[in-house]
């Protein structure tokens, strides 16, 4: 279990969603339990039809639950009546992937939707339109529609419509995913900021492991319609324990790997300052030639985490230096066979 800090805003209670159609009932979600603490940025991640979806969807009944129970700071929403759940959603806003903006409206006016359903007045809401959208960078744009806007530009769109009912949390489904490379990029910066300066709790569910690393403080790993694991993004990265885990953050390259006829070691990267050469200073420290047969690491917040198997002359006096040096570094080092991988 991850050691929490802070007061939860979500929490998911043995939640399942079920759907019945004509060939059945199809089995969404099972036994769903996690906390969203204020103020953090938490990634779900899993394969194309593991429930992710369907999970930020029931965060705030947009999908009703089959059973458990959602709390929203505290409140079950289950319990809570048709006005009070309104005023609830108004306070999560939401991006989509494929950003839902309203055609026939500019973009100031499609800013100021929820407003209107929310029955602001008129000249406020137009007031604070304007002031997201200068905080998106799109101030410019208010008289434009969205067949004029790139892709980028319209989930900018997107995020201000989102924030403009003062939401306490920010549930982003795949909202980078129809976004190059660059686009997305400046997107999640920019979801950064918004959580660092206005300490609005964000939820991003996507398939794209390097949005994960990017951005977020925790991730749950969602495989099979069930949690497979949760926790910080640096540790379950270093140390995947589940299976989908594993093939979400390593990949099946280390089975394809040929090996020599040394020892093989698998070293974990956990905390360490990516930019210190660990192998470097092994090879220079216990003169021992290391091969490296396969490497899944990564750069999150300037630390490294992920894993690497290296193979180890079948020398005892060798090994055992590389092995003491490891241990003196706390890099955590275990002997694997080939069969273990």
Do not use: W
Request: aromatic share 4%; with cysteine; charged share 25%.
């Amino acid at each position: 279990m991850t050691e929490l800090h802070g007061e939860s805003i979500i929490r998911l209670c043995g939640l399942g969603k079920e759907f019945k159609g004509a060939q059945g009932a199809v089995r969404a979600l099972t036994d769903i339990n996690l906390e969203i603490i204020k103020g953090e940025i938490f990634g779900i991640i899993g394969l194309s039809g593991a429930g992710k979806s369907t999970l930020v969807r029931c965060m705030n009944f947009l999908e009703t639950p089959t059973e458990g129970e959602v709390y929203y700071d505290g409140r079950p929403l289950s319990e809570m009546s048709p006005g009070e759940l309104r005023r609830t959603r108004q306070s999560m806003g939401m991006i989509f992937q494929q950003f839902n903006l309203l055609e026939q409206r500019n973009v100031l006016r499609n800013v100021c939707f929820p407003m209107e359903i929310a029955g602001t007045p008129k000249a406020e809401a137009r007031e604070r339109a304007r002031g997201l959208l200068k905080l998106v960078g799109l101030l410019e744009k208010e008289a434009a529609y969205p067949v004029q806007l790139s892709g980028g530009q319209k989930q900018r769109v997107a995020i201000a419509r989102a924030m403009a009912t003062n939401p306490k949390v920010i549930l982003c489904d795949e909202a980078t995913s129809a976004l190059d490379p660059n686009t997305t990029k400046s997107i999640l910066e920019l979801l950064k900021e918004i959580n660092q300066r206005m300490g609005i709790t964000i939820v991003i569910i996507t398939h794209e492991m390097s949005v994960i690393e990017a951005i977020c403080d925790r991730v749950a790993i969602i495989g099979d319609s069930r949690i497979a694991e949760i926790g910080q993004v640096s540790r379950i990265f270093a140390g995947p324990k589940s299976k989908i885990g594993r093939q979400l953050i390593l990949g099946d390259a280390a089975k394809q790997v040929e090996f020599g006829d040394g020892r093989l070691f698998r070293i974990t990267f956990d905390g360490l300052a990516s930019s210190e050469p660990v192998i470097s200073n092994v090879i220079l420290a216990c003169k021992v030639p290391v091969n490296i047969m396969y490497a899944a690491t990564r750069d999150i917040k300037g630390k490294a985490a992920g894993q690497m198997i290296i193979e180890l002359p079948d020398n005892e006096a060798d090994i055992s230096r590389v092995l003491h040096y490891l241990d003196r570094a706390k890099v955590p080092c275990e002997e694997v066979g080939k069969n273990e991988l």
